[in-house]
């Protein structure tokens, strides 16, 4: 008789149609770090997808302290999320992760969802 048991299979966290995007730790850690040196508790981190650049397409990120009505609210590590169902469709899927260079430093978006992007990478087709 066999009595091996196996631990359950532990995952990062996916985005789902109801959480569109997923922030890596870097991410989180930036946000969280935001929130604490701006007095920026209780806020949303809103994500949105905006016109702009040579490709069309751009992403916004603010601090807010409401979601709009009809907003996608959801949480990851106690960073409380919040984009529009509009925005959802182009981000469903997303990773965004924090990077730091000799360049600067920023939010990078791994969008499945994108086409292509324009040459100074500020903006995107679908």
């Known amino acids: 008789m066999d009595t091996t ?3 359950p299979e532990t995952t990062a966290p996916q985005s789902t149609p109801a959480n569109p995007v997923r922030l890596t730790d870097a991410a989180i850690t930036q946000v969280k770090k ?3 040196d701006q007095g920026f508790q209780d806020y949303f981190f ?10 069309g397409l751009g992403y916004d990120l603010n ?9 996608l609210t959801w949480e990851q590590e106690g960073v409380k999320i919040a984009t529009d169902a509009l925005s959802s469709q182009y981000l469903t899927g997303t990773e965004i992760d924090f990077v730091s260079g000799i360049t600067g430093a920023g939010f990078k978006f791994n969008n499945p969802n994108a086409k292509s992007s324009c040459g100074c990478g500020t903006s995107f087709t679908t």
């Open 63 to 71: 601090m807010v302290r409401e979601a709009k009505p009809n907003d």
């Open 34 to 36: 935001v929130i604490q």
């Open 46 to 55: 809103s994500i949105r997808v905006v016109p702009a650049g040579c490709s």
């Open 5 to 7: 048991t196996t631990a």
